[in-house]
């Protein structure tokens, strides 16, 4: 997404400072509601409870657009006249990281390794609860992990290079960090 460069850079890494911190915030306090109210998560079904969590994705969403809500336009104006350029543009480095990731995976399976433990959750409640989760993981997971790992890393980091590289370990870190330290960690952290 485009970066007003006429605007001061700091209010920029604040914002996306801002961004990274309430992502995290919101995710790790997401059942004090239940604590406060004294309601035992054992007593909350599970369709209530895939509710509530598809309205806190809702919610997290509705922050970052008013945090970004310039930036969002600018971008959306920007694709609707350049999107052939950019799809010409990036379609090899799409298809360069298809072919990393089946590399890795090819790799992880040789070596031994299974699927991750982030990839087998998201399966698991995938076929349980088929709808809330693909809301969830298909249409709201991605902006909002877009707007933290893409826009709010590259208002922090000026270098491109550095930006994708720290924005692409950190998230990859993200989705394999409950997976024990071994030496598939580093391929799996690659192939994510």
Do not use: C
């Not at 992502?23 to 406060?36: A, E, K, S």
């Not at 079904?45 to 309205?55: E, Q, T």
């Not at 920007?78 to 799409?94: A, G, P, T």
């Not at 990731?101 to 399976?109: A, R």
């Amino acid at each position: 997404m485009l970066i007003d460069q006429n605007e001061h850079r700091w209010k920029y890494i604040f914002k996306g400072l801002l961004t990274i911190f309430l992502y995290f915030f919101i995710t790790y306090v997401r059942n004090v509601p239940f604590i406060l109210l004294n309601i035992s998560l054992d007593d909350v079904s599970d369709v209530s409870y895939r509710i509530y969590l598809l309205m806190l994705d809702v919610f997290m969403l509705l922050i970052m657009y008013l945090i970004y809500e310039k930036e969002f336009g600018k971008a959306i104006d920007d694709l609707k006249i350049k999107h052939h350029e950019y799809y010409r543009d990036n379609f090899k480095y799409y298809m360069l990281g298809i072919i990393i990731m089946i590399g890795s995976n090819v790799l992880i399976n040789l070596l031994g390794g299974g699927i991750s433990s982030n990839e087998n959750a998201v399966r698991n409640e995938l076929f349980q609860y088929t709808i809330s989760t693909y809301v969830s993981a298909v249409l709201l997971a991605p902006i909002v992990e877009e707007t933290v790992f893409r826009l709010s890393f590259n208002a922090i980091f000026k270098n491109k290079t550095l930006f994708i590289i720290v924005s692409g370990l950190f998230f990859g870190y993200l989705l394999v960090m409950s997976m024990p330290i071994n030496i598939l960690f580093p391929i799996y952290l690659i192939s994510y």
